[in-house]
């Protein structure tokens, strides 16, 4: 008796991998060893041929079979597990696998999948059970126990997902069962654009969304999420029981570096904490985003700045980083910028010294450099940011921070003004208006004796490039204002103020880690006044 078959779209995607599954099982030594699968095959009245190239067959059999090997050794080390089966399609994974019997197995798939997998499934043991809906749904969550160990399965699913949907059904895994691990496959995002081109997809009339390129990022976008492993699927040990023209088609992918990661596992554990809720908006938001760019640089294989605090601290903010667009190419100015200030910073610092650290934010200067216990540091900035700082970051002894914009008129009076004096402001001078950064700056050399100040500048361009292109200023609903195009011309207008030098980000060191055509382009632009100083640091005296 075969069962008519109908689906359209995504849904009817599932039909290929359990036809890859059964194909597998027919070999003489097969990979997967699928019986349940060959079973079903007979029994569906669907032409499955048409579907899947060998290609693709030979991704489902190498997938299936890792993640078959990932959930088995889970199951083994917590034999009271849940498991989650998500978009689960006609797989018999519940049944290939030997599963303990105090483990909760879940197979969760759009209602029309589930009635068909209920008529094609023998009866099925006591500790399995079916949900019909669709994973994106909020209400089916509701249904599964806690408090156990966790096991969430997603196989051939996050790609047909939007990120929206994808980072928001992560989230609330891992905020409703707290611990376990999630295991699933990604596509990189090049792939989401060329899918269009796929004859499988073509065919069942479906379409990738989501492309994952830095698997770490999922660790800032979803609070708790760590990665354990990235395994390029054309990689994987079972490619050695495929025949000769599947081992060529694999070679070949793992070859060329764009393709050899085009399609890979990722197996990321997880473990939910309280997280401090945050709304900023404007200027503000855009504290975030630096902090999101220097957290991904520390999660880097190689991280220019290594700012492990800021990584605390996304982990403890509840906040949809990914609103700014950003990712990790766009992390390397934000950390060279960082890195520069830094050494600036521990070049000038003298004991004694007071340091004003203006619109600090969420940045962690301090205990990057770990003045000595004479220096007296201020980080300064509006209430609402500062109340945020306390909640994250420890009281230190000689740390100081102060609720007040720094243009107000007695940002000052409370700060001795007996010692010299070290400012240090990064991305703060061009969200000003002129008139503001200029009286900040009166108020500063007025109040202390002597001193320097070191920070960040664009030129007027690069004031109006960042207003249409910068994606955290664009995204956060910021605004710029303030452009220094000629560096001396702020001597005339601060009284006792002394230029000393500029530094722009073409000069940086950490160049030298970008493809030399990348890195010879950015040098090449900084022979080019108004490329270079769109954006540099400047340093003062008095």
């Given amino acids: 008796m075969t069962e008519q078959i109908r689906f359209t779209g995504a849904q009817q995607t599932l039909l290929g991998p359990l036809y890859a599954r059964a194909m597998d099982n027919r070999r003489p030594d097969p990979v997967l060893g699928d019986e349940t699968a060959d079973r079903l095959l007979d029994r569906i009245d669907f032409d499955f041929r048409r579907l899947l190239s060998s290609g693709d067959q030979l991704a489902v059999i190498l997938r299936a079979k890792q993640l078959d090997d990932w959930a088995a050794s889970y199951l083994a080390e917590h034999p009271d597990a849940v498991v989650l089966h998500l978009a689960c399609g006609l797989d018999s994974r519940a049944f290939r696998l030997t599963v303990p019997a105090d483990v909760r197995w879940y197979d969760i798939d759009m209602p029309d999948v589930i009635e068909l997998r209920n008529r094609l499934y023998p009866q099925a043991p006591a500790n399995y059970r079916t949900i019909a809906a669709s994973v994106t749904d909020r209400y089916w969550l509701d249904e599964i126990p806690t408090g ?130 945050v709304e900023l908006t404007g200027a503000q938001a855009t504290m975030l985003a630096t902090l999101y760019l220097r957290a991904l640089d520390n999660r880097s294989a190689d991280p220019m700045l290594g700012d492990r605090y800021s990584d605390e601290a996304v982990q403890r903010i509840d906040f949809d980083f990914g609103k700014f667009k950003l990712g990790a190419h766009n992390a390397g100015s934000v950390a060279m910028r960082a890195k520069a200030l830094d050494r600036w910073v521990e070049e000038a610092l003298r004991p004694g ?190």
């Fill in 353 to 542: 010294m007071a340091v004003l650290h203006l619109g600090c934010g969420l940045d962690s200067r301090f205990e990057r450099i770990n003045p000595p216990e004479s220096v007296e540091w201020y980080d300064i900035d509006q209430p609402d940011v500062i109340e945020l700082r306390r909640r994250l970051f420890p009281e230190r002894p000689h740390h100081h921070t102060i609720a007040s914009s720094v243009t107000a008129p007695d940002l000052l009076d409370d700060i001795p003004g007996d010692r010299p004096v070290l400012v240090v402001a990064e991305g703060l001078t061009m969200y000003l208006s002129e008139v503001d950064g200029l009286a900040l700056l009166r108020r500063i050399t007025g109040h202390f004796p002597s001193g320097e100040l070191i920070f960040d500048a664009f030129s007027g361009l690069g004031v109006r490039v960042s207003n249409r292109f910068n994606p955290a200023v664009v995204h956060a609903g910021a605004r710029l204002h303030w452009g220094i195009d000629e560096p001396r011309a702020l001597e005339s207008s601060v009284p006792g103020l002394r230029f000393v030098t500029e530094w722009s980000f073409t000069d940086a060191p950490e160049l030298d880690r970008y493809p030399l055509p990348a890195r010879a382009a950015i040098r090449a632009s900084g022979r080019i006044t108004a490329m270079r100083r769109m954006g540099r640091m400047l340093r003062y005296r008095f």
């Fill in 148 to 277: 156990r160990p966790t096991l969430v399965i997603a196989e051939g699913l996050t790609m047909y997902l939007t990120e929206a949907d994808g980072i928001d059904l992560l989230r609330r895994l891992v905020e409703r069962f707290e611990i376990g691990e999630m295991i699933f496959d990604a596509v990189l995002p090049w792939t989401v654009r060329a899918a269009r081109f796929s004859g499988f997809l073509q065919r069942t009339g479906a379409s990738f969304h989501w492309g994952i390129g830095d698997p770490r990022a999922l660790e800032l976008r979803v609070p708790g999420l760590r990665l354990q492993r990235e395994l390029p699927m054309m990689d994987l040990p079972s490619v050695a029981k495929m025949d000769a023209a599947n081992r060529t088609i694999a070679k070949f992918m793992n070859a060329i570096p764009p393709l050899r990661k085009a399609m890979r596992l990722l197996h990321y554990s997880f473990e939910h904490r309280q997280r401090e809720k």
